[in-house]
């Protein structure tokens, strides 16, 4: 059963970093592209950056390329998201979540980790 717990989360000042861990446990971490998604108040689910199951590739929504960056250390089952420079429109729920390899479609996701950016 795929579980995944984000943390991380907190306030932030604008200019500010944060560093964001979805840890994973019920199945095979390597064999799953990871992403990371959020939802603003009053706003539908925006996805915000991808990463293949191996680290090969990575992927960023325009938004935010060049302030936050992807990771995985698949020895510890745990994906990141390294933001920094934040602003106000980076306040949000985020979410990771998972896709075994072989799939089209994200199947599994965590409960969230809010990211408030307010001076």
């Known amino acids: 059963q795929v579980h995944l717990v984000e943390s991380g989360g907190g306030l932030a000042q604008p200019g500010g970093s944060l560093r964001l861990s979805c840890e994973a446990s019920?199945?095979?971490?390597?064999?799953?592209?990871m992403s990371w998604a959020r939802q603003a108040p009053g706003k539908g689910l925006e996805w915000v950056s991808g990463i293949f199951n191996d680290g090969s590739e990575k992927y960023y929504a325009d938004p935010v390329k060049g302030r936050l960056t992807i990771s995985r250390d698949n020895a510890k089952n745990t994906l990141y998201l390294q933001m920094n420079r934040l602003k106000p429109e980076d306040t949000a729920l985020y979410f990771c979540?998972?896709?075994?390899?072989?799939?089209?479609?994200?199947?599994?996701w965590g409960q969230g980790t809010q990211v408030t950016v307010s001076s």
């Open positions: 019920g199945f095979t971490f390597g064999n799953y592209a």
């Open positions: 979540a998972a896709r075994h390899r072989d799939e089209s479609t994200y199947g599994s």
